[in-house]
């Protein structure tokens, strides 16, 4: 099936708002196998709306309308489709009842202007808002179908699974077809390697496609099997997923929609180990990411930001020969600063990081970019050096990230 | 002027990516004053891409192309375009000197799939690429113009005004319209709320166009004025700037691109003074954005993260008893949190924050969303009680906004 999607509204026009609803509807499509011909974004004005409406349906079996069903005098959607194919619009009651009932329930004054939200052209089928005010349709044009939802990203992402997709699965009735899903989160590769690394899987052999998505400084895949029996592409999607999974190894850190902030808290609960950082170069950015998680008190302790040379003798006790030395930014220093925020804090582990961040600050020796990672459990001490190339903000993005990764890594090779 | 934009690549048709360049033209289109019609994006497919083209000049003067230039095989765009008008192809032998100069500039193998970089359609002129290797080109079909620049989100950005605003403003001549500019970035209104306030104001009096920019959990504006002078633009600017500023007052934080952040950076720096952090729900967003300005180790001493009460009692030596009798997120603790990282570290502020970010662990009288923010010079103690209703995260964002936004203020209320 062929689907066309199309975006109203001025902010989208004068570039206030990017679209973000075509993106996630063409990958929904996607994901039921079917293709996403053109997508379109115009603004609310009824000739314009008409005009393309008649131009994608001619080459589409679907269009996916979003935005315009607000109740003020702008949003003028429902309306210029029932225009476009000359049709008038009724009301229905049943919805006009359940926007009456929202306005008691939460006190507001019921204006006349707000039944709009009830009118639909002759012939639709309404799609109920489970998280708002505005109904979609869905009205049959010949063979074809037009489609029209909110376009509050939220609403729409609720809608398009909830309602959109069983109706065009019943209009368009067809061989069906099971997809399985996984998505496999990795960290420590570029995408080009982690391309390379996956070169020699035979995704097609198993009807598997392949998606990449970048999410700096992650890469992550979604692996899509898709076969006329459930069972056989789930099959699929283990044998591939192994193959991928033997291949990046190391480098994964969450199968599945989990964070890696997610599964290190997961880990350190299960296990009962409490944690306390020590931070430089991060500034704070590796304690505000373990303490995302709801429930981190159990586990995360305290953070110390030792920004100064000052701070780091004082609240860690780093010998200032040490520092004078080897430097703040030194495996010495991180070392040390880990070994003591575990030992200050009391908990199981510490976790430091000391840096460079830049654009400032860096020498030959140790460029901008230089980060020491060191993570104390009271019997040993790891310590890595990285070396990173970006700007300011994502080398701190970085640099909390490969904290997080060591510390994901030694949780996964500690027996449970 | 009327445009059309129509992006291009299988990776937005299939969801993978958002489309992120025809929000940045529309919006750089506004700014001239030029309206985009409609917006487009299409798979790499030599048919489609000759039907949308033509359709979309049916009723543009001109359409800008993005995406589908690389060197690859699967990039079509140059052909494409061709193709739809029926144009040869021809080599440009600067670009191609040029294409070559680069592979041995960087030391990499030159094979012959790269000349198509230098290939243009007969009519065409060239758009030189400063940031890459994909030149862009306008050509003339009839009285009108289609623009092709590459997909790559930094290298459109660059050839968009150095490029094809200039070759679009040399093909349509027009009576020139100068515009002035003025971004004023508040924090503590909801959208509502500020356009409430400047109901009053009179924008189209003085030919000014307002944008509003949510980006949480700021709400940010953006003025432009037009007019045949420029002086005229600046002045009308100015007048409706002073009346926007009396209006919103101290929810500006900014008046330009400046964040929050690095106008805390100015003031501290510029008043050579220092500051330690204390905090609890914020778990080190506060430290982290105030250590994402580079220079910040000037008047960025520590931060604590007293995440557990025994760290609030050992670290900050908060008494056990205004724990227990007021709660760890009170008034009583977050000022003495403030005090007490302040005499701590030695340095003139400490700024400090306690809450319940959520979604577990509110209160009847404490509700998820309640955070304290108090802030201490030495000679006194501002606090100052919050109530937010947001997720986990936001109310972390929001807190530490709140926070920084109390900083500022202080600041800019001491003389300098």
Same mark, same amino acid.
């Given at each position: 099936?062929?689907?066309?999607?199309?975006?109203?509204?001025?902010?989208?026009?004068?570039?206030?708002?990017?679209?973000?609803?075509?993106?996630?509807?063409?990958?929904?499509?996607?994901?039921?196998?079917? %293709?996403?011909?053109?997508?379109?974004?115009?603004?609310?004005?009824?000739?314009?709306?008409?005009?393309?409406?008649?131009?994608?349906?001619?080459?589409?079996?679907?269009?996916?309308?979003?935005?315009?069903?607000?109740?003020?005098?702008?949003?003028?959607?429902?309306?210029?489709?029932?225009?476009?194919?000359?049709?008038?619009?009724?009301?229905?009651?049943?919805?006009?009842?359940?926007?009456?009932?929202?306005?008691?329930?939460?006190?507001?004054?019921?204006?006349?202007?707000?039944?709009?939200? #009830?009118?639909?052209?002759?012939?639709?089928?309404?799609?109920?808002?489970?998280?708002? %005010?505005?109904?979609?349709?869905?009205?049959?044009?010949? !063979?074809?179908?037009?489609?029209?939802?909110?376009?509050?990203?939220?609403? %729409?992402?609720?809608?398009?699974?909830?309602? =959109?997709?069983?109706?065009?699965?019943?209009?368009?009735?067809?061989?069906?077809?099971?997809?399985?899903?996984?998505?496999?989160?990795?960290?420590?590769?570029?995408?080009?390697?982690?391309?390379?690394?996956?070169?020699?899987?035979?995704?097609?052999?198993?009807?598997?496609?392949?998606?990449?998505?970048?999410?700096?400084?992650?890469?992550?895949?979604?692996?899509?099997?898709?076969?006329?029996?459930?069972?056989?592409?789930?099959?699929?999607?283990?044998?591939?997923?192994?193959?991928?999974?033997?291949?990046?190894?190391?480098?994964?850190?969450?199968?599945?929609?989990?964070?890696?902030?997610?599964?290190?808290?997961?880990?350190?609960?299960?296990?009962?180990?409490?944690?306390?950082?020590?931070?430089?170069?991060?500034?704070?950015?590796?304690?505000?990411?373990? %303490?995302?998680?709801?429930?981190?008190?159990?586990?995360?302790?305290?953070?110390?930001?030792?920004?100064?040379?000052?701070?780091?003798?004082?609240?860690?006790?780093?010998? =200032?020969?040490?520092?004078?030395?080897?430097?703040?930014?030194?495996?010495?220093?991180?070392?040390?600063?880990?070994?003591?925020?575990?030992?200050?804090?009391?908990?199981?582990?510490?976790?430091?990081?000391?840096?460079?961040?830049?654009?400032?600050?860096?020498?030959? !020796?140790?460029?901008?970019?230089?980060?020491?990672?060191?993570?104390?459990?009271?019997?040993?001490?790891?310590?890595?050096?990285?070396?990173?190339?970006?700007?300011?903000?994502?080398?701190?993005?970085?640099?909390?990230? #490969?904290?997080?990764?060591?510390?994901?890594?030694?949780?996964?090779?500690?027996?449970?």
């Amino acid at each position: 099936m062929r689907v066309g999607i199309l975006t109203i509204g001025n902010e989208l026009m004068n570039g206030r708002v990017a679209d973000t609803n075509s993106s996630f509807i063409a990958r929904e499509m996607n994901l039921q196998g079917w %293709t996403v011909e053109t997508m379109m974004s115009v603004s609310d004005d009824f000739e314009i709306i008409a005009n393309r409406l008649h131009y994608l349906l001619s080459f589409t079996d679907a269009v996916i309308c979003t935005g315009g069903l607000g109740p003020t005098a702008d949003d003028i959607t429902t309306a210029a489709v029932a225009r476009a194919f000359g049709l008038p619009l009724f009301t229905d009651e049943k919805i006009l009842a359940y926007l009456k009932e929202i306005f008691a329930r939460f006190n507001l004054t019921w204006t006349d202007n707000n039944a709009k939200q #009830a009118l639909f052209p002759r012939g639709a089928e309404v799609i109920p808002n489970p998280v708002g %005010t505005a109904a979609g349709f869905a009205l049959p044009v010949k !063979e074809k179908l037009v489609m029209v939802i909110p376009g509050v990203p939220s609403e %729409t992402q609720r809608m398009l699974p909830e309602g =959109v997709i069983p109706v065009l699965r019943r209009h368009f009735p067809q061989p069906v077809q099971h997809t399985a899903k996984q998505t496999l989160k990795t960290f420590g590769l570029s995408e080009a390697a982690v391309d390379q690394k996956l070169a020699s899987v035979n995704f097609n052999a198993f009807g598997v496609s392949v998606g990449f998505y970048p999410v700096f400084p992650e890469n992550h895949l979604v692996l899509i099997a898709r076969s006329d029996i459930q069972e056989q592409a789930q099959k699929n999607l283990q044998k591939v997923q192994e193959e991928v999974a033997a291949r990046l190894a190391d480098f994964i850190f969450s199968v599945g929609e989990q964070t890696l902030e997610e599964t290190i808290a997961a880990e350190l609960t299960q296990k009962r180990l409490t944690i306390a950082v020590a931070e430089s170069c991060t500034g704070g950015l590796i304690a505000d990411r373990l %303490t995302d998680v709801s429930g981190s008190s159990v586990y995360f302790e305290r953070g110390l930001i030792a920004y100064s040379n000052e701070a780091k003798i004082s609240m860690l006790d780093i010998p =200032v020969d040490i520092i004078e030395k080897h430097g703040a930014v030194s495996e010495e220093t991180a070392r040390l600063m880990a070994e003591g925020v575990r030992r200050l804090a009391g908990t199981n582990l510490g976790l430091a990081s000391t840096g460079i961040a830049g654009p400032a600050g860096g020498t030959k !020796e140790k460029p901008v970019g230089t980060v020491y990672i060191a993570l104390a459990d009271g019997a040993q001490t790891i310590c890595r050096r990285y070396a990173y190339r970006w700007d300011r903000r994502r080398n701190k993005l970085i640099s909390s990230e #490969a904290a997080l990764m060591m510390l994901r890594h030694y949780l996964q090779e500690m027996p449970s």
